[in-house]
């Protein structure tokens, strides 16, 4: 999703940067991460899973089952579903971990440009103090990462409790070949029922409870993501012959017109 991170430091005094009007960048993510915060309205547009991302276990939104291709993302940059997640409406910004453990802001090099330029948005005045977009920005990242940190301990709760079981996705085509993806989670209902009250009541306090039935109403949504993925599937299927040679079209077989999804769910 990002190019190259540059940290936002006085070192960019002279450089601003211009806001994202695409969704472009994201083209090519097929999950994102989400924070319990936002998750109320997330199950309303995406089925939503866990995945261990270097062993932690991290809530996010299922964009596709495509190999790099996020169907929610128009060929014109336009974001297609009812919500935007946080961590997207947020780019060129991130925060990246420091050998320390500290986290800094950072910008996507790409989207820098000089300071004075129409549409660019400084981050520093001419006596290097922060404007107040960027400090009014540092404090939503810093409120973002408290969230994420209290995410990231619900699903460990969750993880710890064992209520996960691997949510195969089988890509199936018309020729009999099949693609199967896997390392996806989702929340086993009968292994909700089976815990203790007091594991139940330590899933409450730490939020873990309601990121777990969350999870289990965003299956509601797998229709939803079915029907942009076949869509999405169509689309790369006329692109993919519009872009064939002539003489080569009799040869030429489209992997995306073969798929029949069979989702296991």
Same mark, same amino acid.
């Given at each position: 999703m990002f190019s190259k991170l540059v940290p936002v430091t006085r070192d960019l005094i002279d450089k601003g940067f211009v806001r994202n009007t695409s969704f472009l960048f994201a083209k090519?993510?097929?999950?994102?991460?989400?924070?319990?915060?936002?998750?109320?309205?997330?199950i309303l547009a995406f089925p939503v899973a866990m995945v261990r991302i270097d062993g932690v276990p991290k809530l996010v939104a299922l964009l596709s089952v495509l190999p790099n291709q996020n169907c929610f993302v128009s060929p014109d940059g336009r974001f297609l579903a009812s919500y935007i997640p946080r961590i997207l409406k947020q780019y060129p910004f991130t925060l990246y971990p420091t050998k320390e453990g500290k986290r800094i802001l950072c910008v996507d090099e790409s989207a820098l440009a000089p300071k004075g330029q129409a549409n660019v948005q400084a981050f520093y005045d001419e006596n290097g103090a922060p404007t107040e977009f960027l400090t009014k920005f540092v404090q939503m990242w810093e409120q973002f990462r408290g969230q994420q940190i209290d995410t990231d301990n619900a699903m460990?709760?969750?993880?710890? @409790?064992?209520?996960?079981? &691997?949510? +195969?996705? =089988? *890509?199936?085509?018309?020729?009999? /070949?099949?693609?199967?993806? $896997?390392?996806?989670?989702?929340v086993n209902e009968e292994k909700m029922r089976a815990l203790s009250a007091d594991v139940c009541q330590s899933l409450v306090k730490s939020g873990a409870l309601g990121i777990a039935y969350a999870q289990i109403l965003s299956h509601n949504k797998v229709a939803a993501l079915k029907r942009i993925v076949?869509?999405? @599937?169509?689309?790369?299927? &006329?692109? +993919?012959? =519009? *872009?064939?040679?002539?003489?080569? /079209?009799?040869?030429?077989? $489209?992997t995306a017109s073969k798929q029949e999804f069979d989702w296991g769910f």
């Open positions: 090519s993510e097929t999950m994102c991460e989400l924070v319990y915060d936002e998750l109320s309205e997330a460990r709760a969750l993880d710890d @409790a064992g209520v996960f079981s &691997e949510w +195969e996705l =089988l *890509l199936q085509y018309s020729d009999g /070949t099949q693609t199967r993806i $896997s390392d996806i989670y989702r076949s869509e999405h @599937a169509k689309f790369l299927a &006329e692109k +993919e012959k =519009l *872009l064939v040679v002539p003489s080569a /079209t009799s040869s030429a077989t $489209s």
